[in-house]
């Protein structure tokens, strides 16, 4: 049984020989950039981590770009035409963990040099922490980040295009694949780039067509319910308590922003420091405009079409597509649909490959080639996306709304891993067993959750099975993060303390002790690898840093 989001048929576009120009040039552009890479040297270094030496403005677009997927298009603007603005929180409390990324963690992870998050947390733990959190990200790439990618981008074709799921999943894969297994990151993060710019402005122009269509801000007030304009909710909403906006989202966001390899792998690319840092600025500031271009348009749809959005809210974005956009401009819009759905596939296929490759396959096999753990790499991505397609007839088990499904199964699997990267870095006590019982209990937790959610979807209960399975996902992630953090704490303090030399320098409190990497002995971890800000490069990114917070402040405050 398909989900329910899948039934709702739109019209389909009217493209004209100007858009099918604009879109000849997308994917040229796109090709040739995976075919300049695709020609250099095939270390992994290169192929993983783009030689490390991206600029800023090059990660910031790549950290935005591989976030801001088809399930944006799909899921966000949806819960915009069912709910209002509320679901912008999740956007705007992003440019705030992406600055966390940048000036917590990052230092500590350019310094370890370092390709993957679980080969850091081995670093700082054991290899069992490594090995957990390998496999949980594969699981969670193919529950959310694949499956949903897909789906979403098929919703769209078939909107837009007309084409079936299995002809839109397929050219979804394949187009993506080509110049993602050929380039590596590099061609991933410069196809990014040009694909921020086509989405942005292509959303921007839906989204003051939508509002013109509707008679403007005030037109648009006066025709959808008045708390869609009010982000701030009850604590007892179903979707979006201010509790657990506040308490709960800070929690998916430090695992999804801070620790996650499809973010991080941008990051980690970068020649220094500094360029790292204001890459996650400029990401942060990118990440304010979603709540206009995706979530406004959303609502726009709920005030000209009430009647589709209430058969299907998911259907918001691609109807205005395809009833609003003159000949031309449908191009450029379908052009920007698709940026979205290649730079989120792109990502993730790069990073779970990069995952299977370095965490797994080279730990097992260290005498591997470069040749052959490219390939081994690829050959994993493939199985992933199977795994993915197969996944996708149960994603409306959990939620009908595509964008409240992503969020709430992250929610089962960030809390652990949030706890035990923070204090991992925070306080040197945290040891090996206290961070792998607290990995476990949180997977027990989540796993459960999950699994009961799915089976028991539809059913009336009651008692303690009520209390486990409704529970706001957000309050469930506060409630896992609590548990995990006490596991982690109390097994830290009754095991013994770890070595000195195991959290030299990869803990707020040991940063200039001597640290051991690769059995050879460095100085300091400032000195390994990546350079340091500049003076004039922390003075640029505090200021702007600071000016980000004050506007998503004001932001908050403005619309609650």
């Known amino acids: 049984m398909p ?137 969670a790439y193919v529950f959310t980040k694949i499956a949903v990618a897909i789906l979403a981008g098929a919703i769209v074709l078939k909107a837009v295009l007309g084409w079936g799921m299995v002809e839109s999943s397929l050219a979804l894969v394949i187009a993506t694949g080509i110049y993602t297994v050929g380039g590596g990151l590099a061609a991933v993060i410069y196809t990014e780039v040009i694909q921020t710019v086509i989405l942005v402005v292509g959303a921007l122009v839906l989204m003051f067509i939508g509002l013109d269509q509707v008679g403007g801000w005030s037109g648009l007030q006066a025709k959808v319910p008045a708390d869609f304009f009010h982000m701030m909710k009850p604590a007892s909403d179903s979707s979006f308590p201010w509790t657990g906006i506040f308490f709960g989202a800070p929690i998916l966001g430090i695992w999804y922003w801070c620790t996650d390899q499809v973010i991080v792998q941008r990051v980690l690319s970068a020649k220094d420091i500094g360029n790292a840092k204001a890459g996650t600025i400029l990401a942060g500031f990118l990440k304010i405009l979603p709540v206009f271009m995706l979530i406004v348009p959303g609502m726009t749809a709920r005030a000209l079409y009430p009647q ?26 379908v052009a920007a649909m698709l940026a979205a759905l290649m730079s989120s596939l792109s990502a993730v296929f790069n990073s779970s490959s990069t995952i299977f490759t370095m965490d797994f396959y080279k730990k097992f096999k260290p005498e591997a080639s470069e040749r052959e753990l490219v390939n081994v790499g690829r050959v994993a991505t493939v199985l992933m996306v199977l795994l993915g397609l197969a996944w996708i007839p149960f994603i409306g088990r959990i939620s009908s709304q595509l964008w409240i499904y992503l969020q709430s199964v992250q929610a089962y699997v960030s809390p652990p891993i949030a706890a035990v990267f923070l204090f991992g870095l925070f306080w040197k006590r945290i040891n090996a067993q206290g961070a ?67 959290v030299a320098g990869l803990t707020f409190q040991t940063v200039r002790e001597k640290i051991s990497m690769n059995d050879a002995e460095s100085s300091s971890i400032l000195a390994i690898p990546a350079e340091v800000e500049t003076p004039a490069q922390r003075t640029i990114n505090l200021v702007f840093a600071v000016g980000l917070v004050v506007i998503i402040i004001f932001l908050w405050i403005y619309f609650a």
Request: with cysteine.
């Open 308 to 333: 589709e959005m209430t058969a299907d809210s998911n259907a918001a974005f691609p109807l205005l597509v395809v009833r609003l956009m003159p000949a031309g401009l449908q191009g450029v819009m």
């Open 3 to 139: 989900p329910t989001f899948l039934l709702f048929q739109t019209d389909t576009a009217r493209l004209g020989a100007i858009d099918y120009v604009v879109l000849a040039l997308y994917f040229a552009v796109i090709f040739a950039i995976g075919w300049y890479h695709s020609r250099k040297e095939r270390t992994t270094a290169n192929y993983f981590l783009a030689s490390r030496d991206v600029a800023w403005w090059a990660i910031g677009a790549s950290l935005f770009s591989s976030n801001i997927g088809s399930e944006h298009f799909i899921g966000l603007a949806g819960s915009g035409a069912s709910t209002g603005m509320a679901a912008g929180h999740f956007e705007w409390m992003a440019s705030l963990m992406v600055l966390m990324l940048g000036w917590v963690f990052v230092p500590f992870y350019l310094r370890s040099n370092v390709y993957t998050m679980p080969e850091f947390l081995e670093r700082r733990y054991s290899s069992a922490c490594r090995t957990y959190l390998a496999s949980i990200s594969l699981i």
């Open 436 to 502: 792998i019982a607290s990995l476990l209990t949180g997977f027990v937790l989540g796993a459960a959750r999950f699994i009961l959610e799915v089976q028991l979807a539809g059913r009336q209960l009651s008692g303690f099975p009520e209390f486990f399975v409704r529970m706001n996902f957000l309050h469930f992630a506060v409630l896992m993060f609590v548990i995990c953090l006490m596991v982690l704490i109390v097994v830290s303090l009754v095991t013994p303390a770890p070595e000195a030399s195991k």
